[in-house]
């Protein structure tokens, strides 16, 4: 006769880290684990094959990444914003514009105006108006990402550009802007 003793094995958890004094045990689960009874429940035997690729089909595409759509819009409406906000202010700064920028330096451009935003940020000193600069630059920067790494020749520089007021930067933005909106 064969026995077979059974070694308690330690159990290793995974992913165990302190939070806040306690110890947290999460595990990795596999979807298969969460697949395995559905399928074999009694709703699935009265499906056909095709409806249970499709089912499967379903899980997998619930955790592909979504793509979300374009912020821009939402950076036009926070610049448009911004006139009603500074109107209070006495604001003589002038600012580096770009009035018709190629649409092969647009990046370049984008990069220009979102650095020169912060100046008008700056100079109110407005709460409100600093929210909405930085809600621009997060919004422009996170619509720009993918273009990090691209690198326009023949671009002028931002101290290069033409200084205009406000009223005729935020206009000018705007139109960079839009040329973002037409291309994507």
């Not at 990046?107 to 935003?117: A, G, H, K, N, Q």
């Not at 273009?147 to 200084?163: H, T």
């Amino acid at each position: 006769m064969l026995v077979m003793s059974r070694v308690p094995r330690k159990t290793s958890r995974a992913y165990s880290q302190s939070i806040g004094g306690r110890k947290s045990n999460l595990r990795s689960t596999s979807i298969q684990c969460y697949l395995w009874p559905i399928l074999n429940c009694h709703f699935f035997s009265i499906l056909n094959e095709s409806g249970t690729y499709f089912f499967i089909l379903s899980c997998i595409s619930a955790h592909l990444p979504k793509t979300e759509a374009s912020h821009w819009e939402d950076v036009i409406v926070e610049l448009k914003r911004i006139p009603g906000i500074i109107e209070g202010h006495n604001i003589d700064t002038t600012l580096y514009t770009e009035s018709n920028a190629h649409p092969s330096c647009k990046i370049t451009m984008m990069r220009c105006f979102l650095l020169e935003l912060h100046v008008i940020s700056y100079e109110c000193n407005n709460t409100q108006l600093h929210q909405t600069v930085e809600n621009i630059v997060v919004l422009a920067n996170n619509e720009l990402s993918s273009n990090r790494n691209i690198k326009e020749s023949g671009c002028k520089e931002c101290e290069e550009l033409e200084e205009k007021n406000v009223k005729e930067f935020l206009q000018s933005f705007i139109r960079i802007v839009q040329l973002f909106i037409g291309t994507s």
